[in-house]
């Protein structure tokens, strides 16, 4: 297994600012996921975050919204930028651990609301 | 794309009793893996199941087992001795062998009464 931890657990934030969430993981991993759980819905990837490389965005993410970084194997952050209330929402780092392929982890999130 | 679909908004049952949780999927692929995972009011997503698709045998994790059927691609997770702990939003998930990303369903949200 892993351990994950996300920064900061919630925030507040005003509309056209930029937030930036950090995901660190105990271990060094293969790969890491950034979901969003909007209120009340299920979890939709956002991108994979890749080390050493561009992250690679799903259909309807865009990097110049959702800027990832991952500059070692055990640490990624996830910017939301020019926040608007439909950001409002959690968002979960996950791994996928090298022992047990396709098992992942995830982290406790990070409730945003954008007023 | 894989579309995975749990029809049951909400679910509820008496403690000790056992309910079961549905789940469809689709997907072109003959290699893969599907997932029960719950997530309590802490949000903290917790895997309670997963079943590889070239496994014919169902997958059980004590109280936890599912029912796995291929070719109508269908996964229902069986809870059997339900306890006031098990309440949470379950999710299924399918994931691809050749990437670790997951498509999730849209959540079950499982109430146990005492």
């Known amino acids: 297994s892993a351990v994950i931890s996300q920064k900061p657990s919630r925030d507040i934030c005003q509309r056209g600012t930029s937030l930036t969430i950090q995901c660190q993981v105990d271990?060094?991993?293969?790969?890491m996921f950034w979901y969003r759980q909007q209120p009340g819905q299920s979890l939709t990837l956002i991108a994979t975050?890749?080390?050493?490389?561009?992250?690679?965005?799903e259909s309807g993410f865009v990097i110049d919204k959702f800027p990832i970084s991952r500059p070692n194997l055990t640490f990624s952050t996830l910017t939301v930028s020019n926040m608007s209330p439909e950001d409002s929402s959690i968002y979960l780092c996950?791994?996928?651990?090298?022992?047990?392929?396709?098992?992942?982890?995830f982290g406790p999130g990070t409730r945003l609301t954008v007023l | 794309a894989q579309t995975v679909t749990q029809s049951q908004p909400e679910m509820s049952v008496q403690e000790a009793e056992t309910v079961t949780l549905s789940c469809t999927y689709d997907?072109?692929?003959?290699?893969?893996?599907l997932f029960w995972y719950k997530q309590p009011p802490s949000r903290q997503m917790i895997l309670v199941i997963r079943?590889?698709?070239?496994?014919?045998q169902n997958a059980t994790e004590n109280r936890f087992s599912v029912n796995f059927q291929k070719a109508a691609k269908s996964f229902s997770l069986k809870i059997s001795d339900s306890q006031l702990g098990d309440a949470a939003m379950y999710f299924c998930?399918?994931?691809?062998?050749?990437?670790?990303?997951?498509?999730f369903g849209q959540g079950t949200i499982l109430t146990v009464h005492p």
């Open positions: 997907t072109s692929e003959s290699d893969y893996y």
């Open positions: 079943q590889e698709a070239y496994k014919q």
């Open positions: 975050a890749n080390q050493g490389s561009e992250a690679t965005y």
């Open positions: 998930a399918w994931g691809g062998t050749s990437y670790g990303k997951l498509t």
């Open positions: 271990s060094q991993v293969t790969m």
């Open positions: 996950s791994v996928l651990t090298s022992g047990v392929y396709n098992e992942q982890f």
